[in-house]
Nanobody, 119 residues
Framework: QVQLVESGGGLVQAGGSLRLSCAAS????????MGWYRQAPGKQRELVAV???????NYADSVKGRFTVSGGDAKNTVSLRMNSLRPEDTAVYYC?????????????WGQGTQVTVSS
């Protein structure tokens, strides 16, 4: 059974930095993509940043230039470096990993880690 375990959330002042990490277990296959989504209170879950197996990345406009997604040295790991944090970045951040089999996408999610940015 695939499991994603996140770490690194917390409370930080505006302008500060945090690093989130995620490691997957339960599979010997390499995910087609890994990345991060977030959900703020009263809002829908949204994509923050994702990296595919080839190293291509995609970022939400709101985090471009401030956040960096990267793969770890170990297979099926991903990190998110968050700089210049803003109060509006406050949310629960979820690690996502996905397999693509033909036209079918299989998503796996971590339990979420809280990021709170104080003004």
């Amino acid at each position: 059974q695939v499991q994603l375990v996140e770490s690194g959330g917390g409370l930080v002042q505006a302008g500060g930095s945090l690093r989130l990490s995620c490691a997957a277990s339960g599979t010997d296959s390499t995910f087609n993509s890994m990345g991060w989504y977030r959900q703020a209170p009263g809002k829908q879950r949204e994509l923050v940043a994702v990296m595919d197996r080839g190293g291509s990345t995609n970022y939400a406009d709101s985090v471009k230039g401030r956040f960096t997604v990267s793969g770890g040295d170990a297979k099926n790991t991903v990190s998110l470096r968050m700089n210049s944090l803003r109060p509006e970045d406050t949310a629960v951040y979820y690690c996502n990993a996905a397999f693509l089999l033909w036209t079918q996408r299989y998503d796996y999610w971590g339990q979420g880690t809280q990021v709170t940015v104080s003004s």
